[in-house]
């Protein structure tokens, strides 16, 4: 079965990122809703892609020099706020699982003690998550913090030694982008035991050449289409 993953909830059709982008990756019946998760100045943890607040929303400079506060100021796209971490579960609320992709250095203990919280407390299971970065780093101090949750690595290209890097952080999945993806890549994954999930496909043939690859799980602003 391909997995479909709303991708920064359904950035297709709402505001990357958003409530109502993950609401309507909700209502899209995606298996996962894949987010970006960054850290503010006072220290909490809030979906956003860049590092910067300059694209997406109607203000300026870096996301690490904002309070929650001067955050919530700001317009993410129809009037949405940037959400935290806390928010966007809530907000899902066990109707998809959730993809959280770390973008900023040193996250990984926040986020651990965020969903330790809702598995403990709200009902969710560890099951529902599936943690992934490109810094790799960051995935082996998740998983020195626990072996209980998925981890999936993310390349662009195709490193030489990739696979030494994935079975140290005892990945679940490798996220490649579709630039690269060939055949010999899925089946290498696949023969290591590991998921294969491909960002980003909007376009309809490319879904198709994906799928024929034999990926398990595709990234689309456009989860229907998958
Ligand atoms: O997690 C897959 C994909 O989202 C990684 O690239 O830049 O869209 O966060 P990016
Ligand atoms: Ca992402």
Known sequence: MMLRFGHRGAAGYEPENTLRSFKKAVELNVDWIELDAQICK?????????????????GTGYVEDKTLAELRTLDAGKGE??????EALDTIARKAKVNIEIKREGAAGKVFEI?????RDKGWQWDDFLISSFNHYELLDFRRLTD???????????????????????????HPS???????????????????FVY?????????????LGADGIFSNFPDRI
């Open 42 to 58: 006072t220290g909490e943890v809030i979906v956003l892609h860049d590092t910067k607040v300059d694209r997406t929303t109607n």
């Open 81 to 86: 706020k940037i959400p935290t971490l806390e």
């Open 115 to 119: 969903i330790n919280r809702y598995v």
């Open 148 to 174: 209980k949750v998925k981890l999936g690595a993310v390349i662009a290209g195709i490193p030489i030694g990739y696979a030494e890097c994935v079975e140290r952080i005892r990945a679940y999945s490798l």
């Open 178 to 196: 579709k630039e690269f993806l060939n055949q010999a890549l899925v089946d290498d994954a696949h023969k290591r035991g590991m998921k294969v």
């Open 200 to 212: 980003t496909l909007n376009e309809t043939d490319d879904i198709e050449k994906v799928k024929k």
